[in-house]
């Protein structure tokens, strides 16, 4: 599954991603292999959370961004 992030250098230096598909999912990092490696697994944190609650759809992502990440969701459990 892909989705789309944003990733920002904030005025400290560090690397801020925010994944535009989920609201409210964000991370960091101190460099741009950081940042991504964080906003995985914030996604995955992200969707383990939204699948419990009750009634709350996910929202399919309908752009795909330049940038691809992988991630392991065989290894989630909800």
């Not at 991603?17 to 991370?27: A, F, I, K, N, Y």
């Not at 991504?36 to 914030?42: F, G, H, L, T, V």
């Amino acid at each position: 599954m892909k989705f789309n992030i944003t990733l920002e250098l904030d005025e400290e230096g560090r690397y801020v991603v925010e994944c535009t598909d989920l609201p409210g999912c964000l991370s960091e990092g101190e460099t741009v292999q950081d940042a991504i490696e964080n906003i995985s697994e914030a996604i995955v944190g992200c969707l383990k959370s939204r699948l419990k609650q009750a009634g709350e759809q996910l929202k399919v992502p309908t752009f795909y961004q330049k940038l691809d990440i992988s991630l392991d969701l065989g290894t989630a459990h909800v």
